[in-house]
Every structure is written in structure tokens, then in C-alpha cells.
């Protein structure tokens, strides 16, 4: 990195080469007061479940899995020998994301989005990607939304009961069981699940990062803490133990819930475009590009994760941003590219610090033969410019290199949807 561009950031605060190991230990600890009953940011949510032994056997499910943008609804058929057949998909707007809703409007909204799906089995698995309070029946309560969805009366509603009583207003006979899980919950089990024949693992995680950021993990029987082994979700996002650049409390202060979900607004595909737009609006503010192209930052207004995407893969490329310094000299489309490039390595640190803190806590790795599973989930973390492999190499250095604790990064086709069939016939 330039010291043009280091000096930028650490003028604002951003954390430039961010210690993996000391966010890994302030979210670990942060993990351990909620365990515990203390005040965290994360709410370390119980989920009264276990990944199975086995997959399930001639048994059929819907499954719906409401996201952070899309809302995806279909049929889960499971074979003789547990192989799993989709059918019937259909994949909507997620409710409350154009305009806040009131309860009645979004159960109903989501009741029209499955209608397809009536009478088809009798057992809804119902991927719920949002912080909620699990019960032991399996219904969730939510304790808020993320990612910009508005529907505030929905809030402290048991979703799956009240889920089932619109399907029954609506003549819906067969549906007995609603099944709530978080996506987290959902790759875990599918890790579990898609584990390959001869591979053994020590434990199991769940994460999450495309429009919003989280993990979940096997947390071990602690009488001290009195939980049975159980599968945990985190809520990383949530986590405020973080340093806020200026950019970031930018960005904050223009979301729907400003002071919540920090490190998801840091890090998140929701959030990841919005933060790269206002550090180039204000290295543009502060002169730091000629001039031709400071007008240019100027008008391209706001940016989404896709377009900054689209940039680092291709800064030379046909898309906005890089239309934008068409006719600048080379140091512009630098400087642009290597802050940009740090928000993302930030998100990279950030990735490896939740990853670790949950493999530390579930207690697993200690054997090169049996490692860490982690299920990995998200177009961000996937498709996002060097996030995975940085990542990857990140949680070589501490978590592997400092921690002496082995993983392996799995991921899965359809997980979200088989994990969610798997945790409803559970």
C-alpha cells in the first residue's frame, strides 16, 4: 500500500493490517459474557439442537428461507438412502425490504409466496436469517431485524405459530410443524451432512457472509454455564466491540438501526459498497484525487457492493467506477483501488477473527486428522475480490499458525436449503 493511502485511512481511523488474533480474542470474549448471561453485543443464542447422526430417510419438508434480499421457498424430498431431491422453487422479495409491513401484511406476504407449496408435505423448515430467541418446541421469537427489512410489529412474534395459524385462516390442512433455524444453523447442518465419506471432523461451524454476517458453532456441555452441548448462534454482527473508522460511523448513521450491528456494517454485503462510497466521496472532499476525477468520484453518488466488486476484479474495466476514472492519470485508479482493497482486507481479518473465535470455543482441531469444519456461505465471502483466499490464509497464520487448531473451509451445493430440510425432520 502507498503511504498516500495508508495515511488516508489511518487519518480516519480505519485499522490498516488489523491484528487477527487480538479481534479473535475480543470477540471470543464478547462470546463468553453472553454465554455467560453478561452484557454482549453478540446474543449467543441457545438453539436446543444437535447436528444429526444421520440424514433423514423417505420424508418430505418445505423449505423456506427468508434472506437478507430474497425470500426462496420449495420442496424437500428425501430417497430411501437419505439423497435429497428440490422441487418446486420459487424465489421472491424478501418481505418488508421495499417498505415497512405491518405483522398481518408480512405473514401474509409470505403466505402468498409458498402458496405453490400447499398440501405438500407436513412439516415447514423455515431458515429465518435474523436474530431471534429459539424455543424449545423449535419456534422462534425475533429479537430484531438486520439488513435494512422493515416490519417492526413482527418483532417479539413467535413466527412459527403465527406462521401456521395464516396458513389455517388461509385452508391449509396438513402443515403441522413449523421449524425456525437461522442460516448459520442451516450451513452447519449441511456441513454436517455433506461431510465426505473417510473425512472425520471435531467440530462444526456455521458462517455466513454475503448481505449480512454470522456464525454458529457446537458449543460443548458446560455445567458452569449450565448448557448442554448444544448448537450455539452467535450473531456476530452484532458484536460492538469493534474500532470505528470515520467511514464507518458515516455509514452507520445513515442505516435503518444506527448503533447496532457494527461489525456486519463493516464488513457485510449489505454494507460494503456504502462504506468504499463514502471513502472515496471523502478522499475526493479532501483533494486527494486531481481534479477531474474528484468530480467524477462526486457524481457517481452512492455505490453497492457489486459495483466496488466489479471494480477491484476489473479497474480497468467497462463498469461505473472505473468509468469514472477513465480519464484520470494512474495514480487516481490506485489510490481508489488500494482503499477500497482495504475495506475488503478488513472484512478478510474480520472473517478469520469470528472463524476463530467460534473454533476455539467449540474446542475442536487439535488434530490435523480430525479439523475444524467450516461451512462457508455467501456470495460476498465467495465472489468478493481475494475475500476467501485472504481469509484462508489469515486463519493459516493465527488460527493454525498462534492457536495450534486445524480446519477445513467446506462448502455446498444447495446448503441453506438441505440444512434446513435436515434441522425440520430432526
Known amino acids: 500500500m502507498t503511504t498516500k493511502a495508508a495515511s488516508f485511512l489511518m487519518r480516519h481511523n480505519?485499522?490498516?493490517?488489523?491484528?487477527?488474533?487480538?479481534?479473535?480474542?475480543?470477540?471470543?470474549?464478547?462470546?463468553?459474557?453472553?454465554?455467560?448471561?453478561?452484557?454482549?453485543g453478540q446474543d449467543m443464542i441457545r438453539t436446543w439442537m444437535l447436528p444429526p447422526s444421520s440424514r433423514p430417510k423417505n420424508e418430505r419438508v418445505i423449505v423456506i428461507d427468508a434472506g437478507g434480499t430474497n425470500f426462496r421457498s420449495c420442496l424437500v424430498s428425501f430417497d430411501d438412502d437419505g439423497c435429497a431431491a428440490i422441487s418446486d422453487f420459487k424465489k421472491d422479495k424478501m418481505p418488508g425490504v421495499e417498505r415497512e409491513l405491518s405483522k398481518a401484511e408480512f405473514f401474509a406476504q409470505i403466505a402468498d409466496n409458498i402458496e405453490h407449496l400447499r398440501d405438500k408435505a407436513d412439516k415447514i423448515g423455515f431458515c429465518f436469517s435474523y436474530s431471534m430467541k429459539i424455543t424449545e418446541d423449535g419456534d422462534g421469537i425475533p429479537n430484531g431485524f438486520s439488513k435494512e427489512v422493515k416490519a417492526p410489529e413482527?418483532?417479539?412474534?413467535?413466527?412459527?405459530?403465527?406462521?401456521?395459524?395464516?396458513?389455517?385462516?388461509?385452508?391449509?390442512?396438513?402443515?403441522?410443524?413449523?421449524?425456525?433455524?437461522?442460516?448459520?444453523?442451516?450451513?452447519?447442518?449441511?456441513?454436517?451432512?455433506?461431510?465426505?465419506?473417510?473425512?472425520e471432523y471435531s467440530a462444526y461451524i456455521g458462517f455466513i457472509l454475503g448481505t449480512g454476517m454470522n456464525a454458529a458453532y457446537v458449543q460443548p456441555a458446560d455445567s458452569s454455564l449450565g448448557i448442554e452441548k448444544q448448537i450455539v448462534v452467535c450473531e456476530s454482527g452484532k458484536c460492538g466491540d469493534v474500532p470505528l473508522s470515520d467511514f464507518d460511523k458515516a455509514v452507520d448513521a445513515g442505516t435503518n438501526i444506527p448503533g447496532q450491528y457494527l461489525l456486519e456494517k463493516g464488513c457485510s454485503g449489505a454494507y460494503l459498497g456504502r462504506l468504499g462510497g463514502e471513502m472515496l466521496s471523502v478522499a475526493a472532499s479532501e483533494g486527494l484525487f486531481s481534479d477531474g476525477a474528484a468530480q467524477a468520484v462526486k457524481a457517481l453518488g452512492a455505490i453497492n457492493t457489486v459495483e466496488m466488486n466489479e471494480f477491484l476484479h476489473s479497474?480497468?474495466?467497462?463498469?461505473?467506477?472505473?468509468?469514472?476514472?477513465?480519464?484520470?492519470?494512474?495514480?487516481?485508479?490506485?489510490?481508489?483501488?488500494?482503499?477500497?482493497?482495504?475495506?475488503?482486507?478488513?472484512?478478510?481479518?474480520?472473517?478469520?477473527?469470528?472463524?476463530?473465535?467460534?473454533?476455539?470455543?467449540?474446542?475442536?482441531?487439535?488434530?490435523?486428522?480430525?479439523?475444524?469444519?467450516?461451512?462457508?456461505?455467501?456470495?460476498?465471502?465467495?465472489?468478493?475480490?481475494?475475500?476467501?483466499?485472504?481469509?484462508?490464509?489469515?486463519?493459516?497464520e493465527y488460527l493454525v499458525g498462534k492457536c495450534g487448531i486445524h480446519f477445513e473451509i467446506l462448502c455446498a451445493d444447495d446448503d441453506i436449503t438441505l440444512g434446513t430440510a435436515v434441522g425440520a425432520l430432526s
Open 315 to 396: 479497474p480497468f474495466g467497462t463498469g461505473r467506477i472505473a468509468a469514472a476514472f477513465s480519464g484520470a492519470c494512474e495514480d487516481d485508479r490506485l489510490f481508489a483501488c488500494e482503499i477500497l482493497d482495504a475495506a475488503v482486507d478488513r472484512t478478510a481479518r474480520y472473517a478469520a477473527a469470528i472463524l476463530s473465535a467460534n473454533a476455539i470455543q467449540s474446542g475442536g482441531g487439535e488434530s490435523s486428522l480430525r479439523p475444524v469444519a467450516m461451512l462457508c456461505n455467501g456470495t460476498t465471502f465467495f465472489k468478493t475480490y481475494r475475500l476467501r483466499e485472504r481469509t484462508e490464509a489469515y486463519l493459516q
Open 154 to 199: 413482527v418483532i417479539g412474534v413467535p413466527v412459527g405459530k403465527t406462521l401456521l395459524e395464516t396458513l389455517s385462516a388461509r385452508g391449509w390442512k396438513s402443515v403441522s410443524r413449523v421449524t425456525l433455524l437461522n442460516d448459520t444453523v442451516a450451513a452447519l447442518l449441511a456441513g454436517k451432512a455433506a461431510t465426505r465419506a473417510g473425512a
Open 14 to 40: 480505519f485499522p490498516v493490517g488489523m491484528d487477527v488474533g487480538a479481534a479473535a480474542g475480543a470477540i471470543l470474549n464478547d462470546m463468553r459474557q453472553g454465554l455467560s448471561g453478561k452484557k454482549a
